[in-house]
């Protein structure tokens, strides 16, 4: 994407854009009629919504609003419209029924090809159309990820399978980087799938800080749990003490304390929580509340992409944590290749350049930071994608977890959620101000 070509465009394009469409396939496919109309959970949408909408969102941007085509079906635009309908709502919808949705979104499809094979792509329009399909590829990934954690809260026998995510492939490092103090370039103005939110590059200064080198894992996790953490207020904020107490919040979401300790339960398999994985499905605050207890804090956004992206040797920043080669197996636990996030020391070669290890991949890290636009931020295309979310509502995540595709991810990547949520795949990493003699 990044030498644009037509040729190369449509090329990139119609690769990303087919493997989105196999990943939705086999979500949908996975399960019966019965469960795809069915809400596993309040806080989702029935899969067969995800499905159409995805089909819907390609008919409005690509088909439509690219291509200037007729409208196929303009009687369900507000069906799948996300702004008209709450998740829990829309079960009772009339909804397109399976058969339906399948033969909805395979029609879209083949219009939006023969949109990318026969629009005059040169100037201006390359650079419009090629933001437009790559937003569509990353919209249909985003909606994958939202069906895998529907699969994570369905109940019943497993029906997704994957390989096992490779074991811890390097010896024992410090536990900490310290990341010095000066200023890094947050964002990009270059990148041309980046959403808005990402935009532009801009300077910021970040102060010296400390930051794990991994994602806090499982077995540092049940010290604070076993340690009396979910029953102490002391560690936790406000806001988040009162969510623990009305829910009635004792441990990760999927776990379940069992004579010999802590089970969980991961897309139907039934299993003892593995100690050297990172925590997942913990919402923003118990992040935080684990966080205090440890003595330390959660990063903020700008650390984290500091941490990720900037290059010491060069001043420069990266387009991801190795480097700015698209992301490969080697790289980061991403694309639903494995059901599960893998050990930390298992991608050695995903480090940034400052050694910190699993930033991409495996699972979104909660930061610090609300929702806000970078300096000189312009809504793009429309101001319901990102600044309709601006605000102190929201939480940053960052890096992506296993069920990410690597065209959704980046080093600027910018993802956000209340700071209630736990059914994400979200952990998190902590960070710390240094003590006065760390500082130079
Ligand atoms: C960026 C993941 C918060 O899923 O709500 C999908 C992405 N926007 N359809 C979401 C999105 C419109 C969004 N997140
Ligand atoms: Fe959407």
């Given amino acids: ?61 690509l088909v439509r609003d690219v291509g200037g085509r007729e409208p196929l079906r303009p009687d369900i635009d507000d069906l799948y419209d996300a702004f008209q309908h709450a998740r829990a709502d829309r079960p009772a ?40 399909f790559g937003m ?25 399978h994957a390989p096992e995510p490779p074991p811890r492939r390097m010896g024992a490092v410090a536990p900490e980087v310290l990341v010095p103090a000066g200023s890094f370039s947050m964002g990009t103005s270059v990148e041309p799938w980046a959403l808005d939110n990402e935009r532009p590059a801009h300077e910021v200064h970040v ?34 003490w009162a969510y623990r107490s009305e829910h009635d919040i004792s441990a990760p979401r999927f776990w379940r304390r069992e004579p010999g300790g802590w089970w969980r339960t991961r897309f139907g398999v039934h299993e003892p929580v593995p100690e050297d994985e990172p925590v997942v499905h913990v919402s923003f605050y118990e992040a935080e509340a684990y966080a205090a207890w440890a003595g330390k804090r959660l990063p903020t956004e700008p650390e984290w992409e500091k941490a990720a992206r900037y290059d010491p040797a060069t001043g420069r920043s990266l387009r991801y944590p190795w480097g700015d080669d698209e992301p490969g197996v080697e790289h980061a636990n991403l694309g639903q290749r494995h059901l599960r996030t893998a050990v930390v020391g298992a991608y050695p070669a995903g480090a940034s350049p400052l050694g910190v290890h699993q930033l991409i991949g495996d699972v979104w890290e909660w930061t610090s930071s609300d929702f806000s636009a970078y300096p000189g931020f312009a809504a793009f295309p429309y101001r319901e994608y990102s600044e309709v979310f601006f605000g102190p509502e929201y939480k940053m995540l960052r890096g992506g977890s296993f069920g990410t595709d690597a065209v959704a991810i980046r080093g600027t990547f910018r993802n956000w959620d209340y700071p209630i949520r736990r059914q994400i795949f979200a952990g998190f990493r902590c960070a710390r101000d240094l003590r006065p003699d760390e500082r130079s």
């Fill in 1 to 61: 994407v990044r030498d644009l070509s037509p040729e190369a465009l449509r090329e990139h394009t119609a690769t990303a854009l087919g493997r989105a469409r196999e990943r939705s396939v086999a979500l949908t496919d996975a399960v019966d009629d019965g469960e795809l109309t069915r809400q596993h959970s309040k806080l989702m949408s029935p899969l067969v919504w995800d499905l159409a909408h995805i089909g819907s969102q390609e008919e409005l941007w």
């Fill in 93 to 132: 919808l009339p909804l397109l029924g399976p058969a339906e949705a399948r033969a909805y979104v395979s029609e879209v499809r083949e219009k939006s090809f023969d949109v990318l094979e026969r629009a005059p792509l040169e100037g201006s329009r390359l650079t419009e159309a090629a933001f437009a």
């Fill in 136 to 160: 569509i590829a990353q919209h249909e990934q985003q909606h994958d990820e939202t069906m895998l954690a529907t699969h994570q809260l369905r109940r019943g026998e497993p029906v997704l």
């Fill in 207 to 240: 102060d010296a800080f400390a930051l794990d080198v991994f994602p806090v894992t499982n077995g540092q996790y049940v010290a604070f749990l076993d340690g009396g953490g979910y029953s102490d207020p002391r560690w936790w904020s406000e806001a988040g």
